[in-house]
């Protein structure tokens, strides 16, 4: 039977009270990247007006109406200071994880090297499966340097030996030259490689939440579906928009989620509702949804 549990508060005090020793398939997380800004989304809505003030597709014009604006700081002092909050979740997510699960850190280029070899310290150097790159093409154009429009995803398998890979659950990707393989493998797609080409989370889309750093269900379905199996319990205790919760809840997996931001639980407990997530506060009692409304 499919248990999923959100909770409120501190994730390292959480981490060590209540997960136990090896009982989690499969773990990811996206923490603060430590960009030194404020992080900020703001919600849009667009309309088809031919006096609107955006053209998009085929050259038909949009008004665009604002939402609402959500923010967050992401600042430590240092790099070190980031690392030093980092190394106990990385060394309570090794304890936790089942003996063949593995561990995704989702992360940017500023911070990626000097996870990677707290990491490899960590787990060792022989876990280290994979960088993947999740690559996209959205935002501003910087003119003094190449402009960065990708993420970091280090993959670690506890057991480099023995872990979970299911290859006939990935889904395939147009090829980007079809012409030259024939019908019946163009018809039937490609397998991805380490490099993932896929969109971010639109701001006028159907699937935005308006939390500020949501990753796309496409990319943690990938994850999910390959890394993990049918009743499996999948853990994410940097939990933001609750992006891994759902792509779990949706491929019939168990998710504990964590977080300490009241938006965040309020957003995790809107898009899961009706999956029966059960809430618990920093106190450890369960509450009921509307106690954080």
Known sequence: MLNHRLYYGDNLAILQEYIPDESV?????????NTGKHQQRTEIEVKRDTQGDRIGFQGKAYRTRKGKT???ADRFESSDDYLQFLRPRFEEAYRVLHPHGSFFLHIDYREVHYCKVMLD???GRASFMNEIIWAYDYGGRAKSWWPPKHDNILWYAKNPECYTFNFEEMDRIPYMAPGLVGEAKAARGKTPTDVWWHTIVSTSGSEKTGYPTQKPLGVLNRI????????DTLLDF????GTFGEAAALHNRSAILIDNNVPAIKCIMDRLGTYSIELVNADYEVLSAHAIE
């Open 224 to 231: 999910v579906k390959v890394h993990s199996s049918p009743d």
């Open 238 to 241: 940097f939990a933001g928009s």
């Open 25 to 33: 398939n499969l773990i990811y997380i996206d923490p603060p990247f």
């Open 121 to 123: 310290e960590i787990f």
């Open 70 to 72: 959500t923010r967050y």
